[in-house]
């Protein structure tokens, strides 16, 4: 189990780039940042690129429409065959010499992501894309658990909830799913036909979220409070909408697996934001106060380019893995999917509602947990700014304060921790690549209970920030806007809590390079 | 802070050659002497205006030490701009610029915009690398050529507009593809042009604290 990487890192790269090329293509699968949590009870290894190709175009069609004008292939990572192909759009921002493993398979339609959604004309679509991504929650489901399924509702889109940009109808979807009256159509804002929605190409993955957290919302705000119910209502019928045709789930099992059709959080996140932007602009501009956005704000405190970063890193050695196992057969093939399935049950997180001590102790338990990892890695920064959160709190006149400042205040402390905490993972999966004696099993462990201790003082710090907020309801006229704002601070501590998931679910592969 | 493209760009060379302090006096206009090795990747973000249009520059900058090499070649993709950089007083950083460049190359994408850059020109007395030189080899492999000083600040404003104009003229030549996020542009969230009223305030930051009360 001990190897130095540095070779083992080296060729995946001709891949990794290909793909970039194409990331607008892969988008459009719809499917959900954390099916690459890799806990499948089956033990399917993500690792497999193998797939029916015929089956996934169907389920694309079903979402996607086709523009000719603008051909993007949508493929498999095929790295059987490098064989020089260039496709006419791309050839000339491309070396000549470079594999595009998008092109080689002739099987794919050329598709165009078209997100223009003009929400009187064209609500099946918009279900079927709201269907695209919760289909994929519920395979994640069905494979990780319900954890899943919560850390899918709530990643990070909760400001486009917010703000409501890109909801044609969830009363429509609301009605279908859960046969619950409401009353919150006139919230709804139509979507701005959005030019940077369709240059991304995953506009629909946004709006299909927003769906999502729409109908979460409408269903009785359960989500952050544990309210799984409301998402197994989803759940259920989603289920059977999905089992139409495909029975068992085969095709669109198969569908997820695929890791070339993996919508990459950042860039999620990153419309999210921009969306939120967008927004809050347009509010200035209609003289509206600018509301806390997190991701704009998690931005701010870099934690997107780090979490991009990390992608990337992950990413390449996930196609060195890929690789590897390519070239195995037999026993040795089986052993290494093996060490490679022991790797991730070892980094499965377990429910622990340990309280958190004070400061010091904190501390402690997080270097005890950080020093089996044997780099050189501190978490002071982290911890500094949880104590300044909790000074400011201390000090806090609540007289003079608005609930609106003081929401503020927790949303940017809540997205700065959370940043800070991704730029770590980052920061490990480099110093880990680097190591020159790995021990994988004492790093899994080690980010176990990191993560763990992270998302405890993240839950913590939020209940203080709402705890406060609590405080202004006795004497507030407005009792309803307090609400909905301690509200918010629980969702958004559950969005942070699933990018520290995710952002530890992208050091996997690290780790997995580590033990081969 | 809402932009009208958001560019990539990579800074690499050998370490040591001041890649980091250029960062910094690019984002914060300041110089630091002692600067921590830089671990894997850092980053760095200013807003700039070019042709009336806000334009975020997102710097990757990276470690120039061989163990990091691996690492941060997974970190080229999706660069619309590179600064590479030597030390002008330290010939085996100029002599390196081969290889940096054939990385470079061989990672990202071709129409990736490559400034060289011949640090520390404050310290003219401990000069190793002549002006002639980092010029001849620009010309040979077509690069754009400057001289800068993190500590003094010369030209470091320069190589990075300079770099994003290129950028942005390739734009509008339609060399690049600005619907594909692999050439390291990003366009910003529907902005419109009538009215660029936000303040180009510099780089990230969000401070914390203060408090509202
Ligand atoms: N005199 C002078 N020193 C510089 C300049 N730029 C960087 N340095 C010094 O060179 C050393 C290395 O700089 P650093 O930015 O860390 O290099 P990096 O490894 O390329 O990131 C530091 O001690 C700096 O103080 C410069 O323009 N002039
Ligand atoms: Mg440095």
Known sequence: METSDSECFESADEEIYAENENKKSKKVAGSPPSKEIPCETEHISYLKTEETKNERTNILDSN???????????????????????????????EEDEVNMWDEDEDWEPVETKTEIKPSESPPLTINRIWGWDLSAMLNAATVGVTAVTTQVSQGLSNVLETGIGAPDPAELARRTTQEEHTHDAEITEPSTNSSTNLFGFGNLVSGVTQITKLVETTGNKVILGGLDTLETIGKKTMQVLQEGDPGLKKKRALLKIEGE?????????????????????????????????????????????????????????????????SQSGRELVEL????????????????????????????????????????????KVLTTRKEAEQWLDNLHLGVCSELELHEQAIDTLAQLTALAVERYHKIGELLLIKEHRSTADEADSLVQVTTILTALIGNMATKFSNKLSEKLSDSTHKDHINTLITNVYFESANSTSYLKNAFQLLIPVLQVGAI | MSYAYLFKYIIIGDTGVGKSCLLLQFTDKRFQPVHDLTIGVEFGARMITIDGKQIKLQIWDTAGQEAFRSITRSYYRGAAGALLVYDITRRETFNHLTTWLEDARQHSNSNMVIMLIGNKSDLESRREVKKEEGEAFAREHGLVFMETSAKTAANVEEAFINTAREIYEKIQEGVFDINN????????PQ???????????????????????
């Open chain 1, 64 to 94: 996607l429409q086709v523009d000719e004008d603008k051909p993007t292939k949508i493929g498999l990572s095929n790295t059987n065959e490098p064989e020089v192909i260039t496709d006419n759009n791309t050839s000339n921002i491309q």
């Open chain 1, 262 to 326: 993996k919508p990459v959080l950042s860039h999620i996140l990153r419309e999210a934001k921009e969306k939120a932007e967008l927004e809050n602009r347009l509010l200035e501009e209609q003289h509206f106060a600018r509301k806390a956005n997190y991701e704009s704000l998690f931005d701010d405190h870099q934690g997107l380019v780090h979490l991009e970063a990390l992608e990337m890193l992950s990413k390449q050695c996930s196609i060195k893995l890929e690789r590897l196992i390519e």
């Open chain 1, 337 to 380: 999917q093996e060490t490679m399935n022991q790797i991730v049950e070892l980094c499965e997180l377990v429910d622990d509602d340990d309280e958190l001590e004070d400061a010091s102790e904190i501390k402690e338990k997080l270097d005890t947990a950080v020093s089996e990892m044997v780099i050189n890695i501190s978490y002071d």
């Open chain 2, 191 to 213: 902005h419109s042009p009538t009215n660029p009223s936000l303040p180009g305030t510099g780089g990230q930051g969000g401070s914390q604290g203060g408090g509202c009360c």
């Open chain 2, 181 to 188: 996020e692999a050439n390291g542009i990003k366009i910003g």
